[in-house]
């Protein structure tokens, strides 16, 4: 083929953005089409990420420089699968990389879980984050409340709970994000860990992180601090392992700062009920367990309940499948071979169809694996366009792109309204003495981003 090559990139968070990087870095000439559901690009990073965490949010500015790039186009407002079909984006691409990420909670099978007052942890980041696909309105009547699961999802809900409305006006939550805030009740959290301090999965530096607040007293029970010959060993080969023990360590030992809010870990404690009255949560009952010697653990028998009046499940997050594309329902991920799209794991490559990021692999690691899958992905393909296995798009130019969506009537954002609407944003902030104040509404955000007149 004398034209570049024609790829369709799904999802503009980071696993999308990275793949769409190595592919302008690789030897082939390219043109990148970038399709994202959101009105808005970054995925995860604008939606997933708590709003205190600007470090993190940093990363935008790489990914940014991305988007920058004149080989990339996106096309934002358009949910593959739903507005347009995968065969319908075969006519226009060479090939198509899937990197749509996790969203969704996985269940806690416990009994109680259909109790009012039980939530999923991606449902409260998606209101705390203004994630126009989630509720505007938050119920923060509990005074006491359960968080399970000990990794750094279940601290950044743990810590917004914990924290006052005014700590996070300072970020870019919007209204009725810090409304709601304002209003909350809770005085005590209690994060749960079914194994002990060595195999909690939390990053050292958001461990340590979550004490810096003026109105947070983390307590961790001294009896919780266990180690055995397998922890041990994950210590010494890790050294966030045995940076996290060390935190834990400390908080376990220090006296207490009289911090108003307190904010509890708990180890070797593995919710068994959600115990409920009328159709609401009143309490988490737990087993006891303790380390067996190789890194897991076995119940003891014994039981506790705890006094809590809601229940957040931080349990890990769950792909959704896309339409036209094979999904494996247990794994809840793309059925792969590292990179292309197979008919089922073990089975057939699926010509021109690709996987990068946790659609891929499932919802685990931080941006190094991201990276390395996208390199993975991009390998595979590059190595699959040079040796002609690829069948060339009928329609190989953007404007036919945007001549099949005018016809659908089906608005798109680009880029340059991106740009219109991170303006809007940080005027919002301006005006409040902040950086940015995130505009929630999708016909908002449309608004601003969409066709300009």
């Not at 708990?266 to 087993?287: A, M, N, Y």
């Not at 130019?397 to 309204?417: L, M, Q, S, Y």
């Amino acid at each position: 083929m004398t034209s570049p090559a024609r790829i369709a990139v799904v999802g503009a968070g980071p696993a999308g953005i990275y793949a769409s990087d190595l592919l302008i870095k690789s030897e082939l000439d390219v043109e990148i089409d970038l399709y994202e559901k959101m009105p808005a690009p970054f995925g995860l990073i604008r939606y997933g990420v708590a709003p205190d965490h600007p470090r993190i949010k940093g990363i935008v500015k790489s990914l940014h420089n991305v988007l920058d790039r004149p080989e990339i186009n996106l096309f934002g407002n358009i949910e593959v699968g739903k507005d347009v079909t995968v065969e319908e984006l075969r006519e226009f691409y060479d090939a198509i990389i899937f990197a749509t990420g996790a969203v969704a909670d996985r269940d806690l099978n416990i009994p109680g879980a259909e109790l009012d007052g039980h939530f999923g942890a991606a449902e409260f980041v998606g209101f705390y984050d203004g994630n126009p696909d989630f509720t505007r309105d938050w119920d923060l009547t509990a005074e006491k409340v359960a968080v399970i699961g000990v990794g750094n999802v279940g601290l950044d809900i743990s810590r917004i709970l914990a924290k006052t409305a005014d700590e996070l006006h300072v970020t870019e939550i919007p209204d009725n994000v810090y409304g709601g805030l304002g209003k909350n009740a809770a005085t005590e959290i209690h994060v749960f860990g079914r194994r002990g301090p060595a195999q909690a999965k939390f990053t050292p530096l958001e461990l340590k992180e979550l004490d810096h607040s003026p109105t947070i007293e983390v307590i961790v029970d001294p009896e919780d601090i266990d180690y055995d010959e397998a922890s041990e060993a994950a210590r010494r080969g890790a050294k966030s392992v045995d940076l996290v023990c060390q935190t834990l360590e400390g908080y376990a030992m220090r006296e207490p700062k009289g911090a108003p809010h307190k904010l509890f870990i708990h180890f070797f404690e593995s919710p068994t009920e959600i115990l409920g009255e009328d159709g609401k949560v009143v309490g988490l009952k737990t087993e006891r367990m303790e380390l067996d010697g190789a890194g897991g653990v076995t119940g003891t028998g014994t039981f506790t309940t705890w006094d809590v009046q809601a229940v957040y499940r931080a349990v890990g997050y769950r792909s959704d499948a896309v339409e036209g594309v094979p999904f494996d329902d247990d794994r809840a991920v793309i059925p792969n071979d590292e990179g292309h799209v197979l008919d089922s794991f073990g089975g057939s490559i699926i010509e021109g169809l690709y996987a990068t990021g946790w659609i891929k692999r499932g919802p685990v690691g931080l941006i190094g694996n991201t990276k390395s899958d996208a390199k993975d992905t991009v390998t595979m393909l590059v190595a699959d366009y040079q040796a002609g296995r690829l069948t060339p798009a009928t329609k190989r130019t953007r404007e036919d792109v945007r001549e099949f969506f005018a016809a659908k009537g089906h608005p798109i954002t680009t880029w340059d309204g991106w740009y219109r609407l991170d303006a809007a944003e940080r005027a919002l902030g301006e005006a409040e003495g902040r950086e940015r104040k995130k505009i929630v509404e999708w016909d908002d955000m449309l608004a601003h981003s969409g066709p300009q007149d």
